[in-house]
């Protein structure tokens, strides 16, 4: 198989070309050439940007399968189809579960659920927009491609080089150990799906040719944040007490918390993409993976959270 992945070098779709490679796949890369450009050395890389729309290193070559990571505008990924036509057999869309309409739910919700109405008058990505933004995007890519469309939806991500640091905050304070904050239920639900578990989902869905929707979430057995934090504790060595409190300070943004009336987006089913082939790293390995990670690169400071008097603060006010 021949693959083009537009990215492929940030955290999901870095793990994709690894799983990829490890598959005896042979990958081309399209991107701007600024990150990641130590990684994969074998690998071809075209040079392209989709912010200003230059394709033109795509118009000369043919591939099995597409995966477009980096797809967040409906421009990137028209763009994208009309500089590929039909040389590419299949085209996999990395899309999200912000796609969901949020109201009206319930556990379980599967890649039925309605989604919420496309945005395409905008490029500027927010809570409000981001989501929209994708919808419009798997519309144009299953209107294009029709049977050859493929489109998964990731939930949370989590593993070694996430850029997002959702995971890290919380691996990151539970091995200093000790009365931890948490301005939520303990029993909130939490969805993390590991980067490879993603990974492996794309690249059978790739060798399968398999259509559709896919919901990429995980772990395979519901947690809950308190259960998230105590198992960080325990692969870290050390010993955790939760203390529920008040919300946080707004300038302090936590990490996977979620007000009550979204818990039943912590609670969707991935039964359609397990019965395909999703994989379910246990969840301590992955925690085991990004400590030894944050640590290797020195745990360079989070933009998140709080300091350990912030923290002292506002356990102190519970």
Request: charged fraction near 20%; aromatic fraction near 6%.
């Amino acid at each position: 198989m021949r693959l083009l992945v537009l990215g492929g070098t940030s955290f999901v779709g870095r793990a994709i070309v690894d799983e990829a490679l490890r598959q005896g796949i042979h990958v081309t890369l399209f991107s701007r050439g600024i990150t990641g450009t130590d990684l994969f050395p074998d690998v071809p890389r075209l040079i392209g940007d989709r912010d200003t729309g230059d394709y033109t290193a795509l118009r000369n070559d043919h591939w099995d399968a597409v995966v477009d990571v980096s797809g967040y505008v409906p421009r990137h990924v028209g763009q994208a189809m009309d500089a590929l036509g039909d040389r590419v057999s299949r085209y996999l869309f990395i899309s999200t579960q912000a796609v969901y309409q949020r109201s009206g739910i319930g556990p379980g919700a599967d890649e039925d659920t309605p989604r919420r109405p496309p945005v395409r008058d905008t490029e500027e990505l927010t809570e409000a927009t981001y989501g929209p933004c994708k919808v419009a995007c798997e519309d144009d890519v299953v209107a294009r491609y029709g049977p050859r469309a493929t489109i998964v939806r990731l939930g949370k991500v989590a593993g070694p080089h996430d850029v997002q640091h959702g995971l890290v905050y919380w691996v990151r304070r539970a091995s200093r150990g000790g009365r931890v904050a948490l301005p939520t239920h303990p029993d909130q639900p939490v969805q993390l799906i590991d980067s490879r578990d993603a990974a492996r989902l794309v690249v059978q869905l790739l060798l399968d040719g398999r259509p559709g929707a896919f919901n990429a979430i995980g772990p395979a057995e519901p947690i809950t944040i308190s259960e998230l934090i105590t198992t960080c504790a325990q692969v870290a060595g050390t010993e955790v007490e939760i203390v529920p409190v008040p919300a946080a300070p707004p300038t302090a943004f936590f990490p996977l918390i979620q007000p009550d009336p979204l818990w039943p987006t912590q609670q969707r089913s991935s039964a359609r993409a397990r019965a395909v082939g999703l994989t379910s790293t246990p969840l301590a390995a992955t925690i085991a993976d990004v400590l030894t990670w944050d640590r290797e690169r020195g745990e360079p400071p989070l933009d998140h959270g709080l300091s350990p008097a912030e923290e002292a603060a506002l356990i102190a006010g519970a």
